[in-house]
């Protein structure tokens, strides 16, 4: 038997999530089979859990986006009982049972080693957003980050936290965008040099261009911000796209600014990254990221907390990065 957090579906289409004991013959078929240690709280476990059900296909579900944790048991030669491994993305918690629990079965092609120098509760303080800010860092540097201020939106949330403290860890100056006063101390301790209020990006404008003012941009909303973002970005900078909160269309004109000023719009995908990738990023986040700064983000939360903590993601009431420990 081991603990979870169980979401089930009524008759009537309700959905109700609380901790269950459960039996282990009831995990998915796997390769591997890990004890969980760690998990975090995503916007997307907030649906999961929520009263609509959200991106769950199947009931009863374990939720829970992301792990780390020790395998217990392997039919792959990649890995052995005693190994730590970490996991995100493959729809783990979405279309298949994931992190919520004291136990997980998966395909070994979905779990990479734990990097040297991360232990499994630093791993999920980093997490699926910390992993997807990586991704957004590296795909940035790849297309050659400008001059100036990197602009980072939603940057009290998980995956802008952890963008601001990575950027500025790597020495470049960053500006945060928050609708919140009192977050800006928060956003100062992670190393950004300048607040940008949410209200100055959220008016749409009939301009096709407005002042290059930022050097690049990981963004986090989407919707009006980022139809106003691609107006200000300089000449052949980027801007790194990871979430849809703010909404799918945009403000603008093809001509401007990708063909006047060449900018790129890059879509960063945390999902079905392969396994060099994912290995990579993992690799980068245990050198590049400054551990101590992650501290500042770390709200600690037990599997008895998920269920209030996943109607408060939801409502914008989560700041940072929310760990599970899974065995508390």
């Known amino acids: 038997m081991f603990r979870a957090v169980l979401v089930e579906k009524s008759e009537e289409g309700q959905t109700t999530a609380s901790v269950q004991e459960i039996e282990e013959d009831r995990l998915p078929e796997g390769d591997v089979t890990v004890d969980v240690e760690y998990s975090t709280v995503n916007y ?20 829970g986006i992301d792990f780390a944790g020790t395998v217990t048991s392997s039919d792959d030669a990649r890995y052995s009982p005693g190994d730590k491994v970490v996991l995100t993305g493959w729809r783990v918690g979405e279309n298949r049972w994931g992190g919520y629990a004291e136990k997980a079965r998966v395909k070994a092609d ?32 790849d297309h050659g980050i400008k001059d100036g201020p990197v602009l980072v939106t939603g940057a009290a949330g998980g995956v802008g936290s952890v963008a601001t403290a990575i950027l500025a860890h790597l020495g470049h100056e960053v500006a945060a965008v928050t609708g919140r006063a009192e977050q800006e101390d928060y956003l100062r301790d992670l190393g950004a040099t300048q607040i940008v209020p949410r209200a ?23 919707g009006v911000m980022l139809g106003r973002v691609l107006k200000q970005i300089k000449y052949g900078g980027s ?39 994912r290995l ?20 600690p939360a037990t599997l008895a907390d998920l269920p209030q903590l996943g109607a408060d993601i939801l409502k914008g009431k989560v700041k940072g990065r929310v760990v599970v420990d899974v065995r508390a």
Not at 246 to 265: D, K
Not at 267 to 276: E, H, K, L, R
Request: include cysteine; charge should be negative.
């Open 44 to 63: 997307k476990d907030g649906l999961c859990i929520g009263p609509g059900g959200g991106l769950v296909r199947a009931y009863p579900h374990v939720p």
């Open 110 to 141: 979905m779990l990479v080693p734990l990097p040297k120098g991360l232990d499994t509760r630093q791993a999920m303080a980093v997490g699926t957003a910390g992993f997807t800010a990586m991704l957004a860092v590296m795909a940035l540097e």
């Open 200 to 222: 100055d990006l959220s008016e749409t404008t009939r301009k096709p261009l407005e002042a290059e003012m930022w050097g690049g941009c990981v963004d986090a909303v989407a």
């Open 239 to 277: 801007v790194a796209a990871i979430g849809l909160a703010g909404g799918a269309a945009i403000e603008g004109a093809l001509i401007t600014p990708f063909i006047l000023r060449g900018v790129n719009l890059l879509g960063i995908d945390s999902v079905m990254q392969p396994y060099d990738a």
């Open 280 to 299: 990579r990023a993992w690799e980068r986040i245990a050198r590049d990221l400054p551990m101590e700064k992650l501290e500042k983000m770390v709200q």
